[in-house]
């Protein structure tokens, strides 16, 4: 019956063949596809910008408190 529809519809088989390729050629679930030392470097910087960044927050808030009558 499987071999009936494919030969009625060849195009339809071709998808499929490569449907299966694509299937194959996928990456194990567990596997790091990443090195270690790039993922350690991004996110020191990621770390870093934080840090940078909730440092001149909070002093451009101490600046808008001071500036800022609140009663």
Same mark, same amino acid.
């Given at each position: 019956?499987?071999?009936? *529809?494919?030969?009625?519809?060849?195009?339809? *088989?071709?998808? &499929?063949?490569?449907?299966?390729?694509?299937?194959?050629?996928?990456?194990?679930? #567990?596997?790091?596809? &990443?090195?270690?030392?790039?993922?350690?470097?991004? !996110?020191?910087?990621?770390? #870093?910008?934080?840090?940078?960044?909730?440092?001149?927050?909070?002093?451009? !808030?101490?600046?808008?408190?001071?500036?800022?009558?609140?009663?």
């Amino acid at each position: 019956m499987i071999t009936q *529809f494919f030969s009625k519809h060849p195009i339809k *088989f071709i998808r &499929y063949l490569k449907l299966i390729k694509f299937m194959s050629d996928q990456k194990p679930l #567990f596997k790091a596809p &990443y090195d270690i030392k790039d993922v350690g470097v991004l !996110f020191a910087i990621v770390a #870093f910008v934080l840090i940078i960044a909730a440092i001149l927050g909070n002093n451009l !808030f101490g600046v808008f408190q001071e500036s800022v009558n609140f009663g």
